[in-house]
């Protein structure tokens, strides 16, 4: 079933931890994005990425990287995790259509550094 | 860049009555608002979403309408129920290949019976 998968769904780590958060979609989705959500709040946009080999910074782009080598495959990575990474991150993709840009987003993964 | 402000940050309504957020955007350029809905612990949904050359759109129970001119849009429930009870988050983009999608702060929404 075409959809969008993150992993993992929860993790726990300490601080200064590198840690890779996984983001691939079947869709073939162009456009891929990288938010930061606490629950019910702001949707803070981190990274994105039209397509293979591009990469743009968000707002909170500082202490993390990204990579799209692959059209499904779009790795979120912290260098050295602190606690004010504490959150949840959520993965989504879209197709730019004629008249809309629907974005799917993952189930998100929920980050605790300790 | 683009910067999309959002209000009111909450709304209680009554089961049945209607509920407006707006929204307002700062890049001219823009031309595609779109409006997503996020339940309690799940993924934000795309409810409705207008282009800048229709000045409104409707879906059932839910509108949104755009006035470029002034740069705000707003998202219009009518007949409220407490499944519409949610943040809703209004959004703004240039549609162009290199431009990402600038949310809204948010609006939570609760409906009571």
């Known amino acids: 079933e075409a959809d969008i998968y993150q992993t993992p769904r929860y993790l726990v780590i300490g601080t200064g931890k590198k840690i890779t958060l996984e983001c691939s979609q079947t869709?073939?989705?162009?456009?891929m994005y990288w938010y930061q959500q606490d629950p019910g709040m702001e949707l803070h946009l981190i990274h994105y990425s039209y397509g293979v080999n591009s990469t743009e910074k968000g707002d909170l782009s500082s202490e993390s990287t990204v990579s799209r080598i692959r059209t499904e495959h779009f790795p979120l990575t912290l260098e050295s995790a602190r606690p004010s990474h504490t959150s949840q991150y959520l993965c989504a993709s879209s197709a730019l259509f004629r008249t809309s840009e629907k974005l799917f987003f993952g189930s998100g993964t929920q980050l605790s550094v300790l | 860049g683009e910067n999309v402000e959002q209000h009111p940050s909450t709304l209680s309504v009554q089961e049945g009555d209607s509920a407006v957020i707006k929204c307002t955007y700062s890049d001219s350029a823009s031309n595609y608002f779109p409006w997503y809905k996020q339940e309690l612990g799940k993924r934000p949904q795309l409810i409705i979403d207008i282009r800048s050359n229709v000045g409104e759109k409707k879906d059932q129970r839910i509108a949104v309408t755009l006035n470029k001119t002034a740069k705000h849009f707003s998202l219009h429930i009518t007949e409220t129920q407490p499944e519409d009870s949610a943040v809703y988050f209004c959004?703004?983009?240039?549609?162009?290949?290199?431009?990402?999608?600038?949310f809204g702060k948010g609006t939570t929404l609760s409906v009571s019976s």
């Open positions: 869709m073939g989705h162009d456009k």
């Open positions: 959004a703004a983009s240039t549609g162009q290949a290199g431009t990402a999608l600038i």
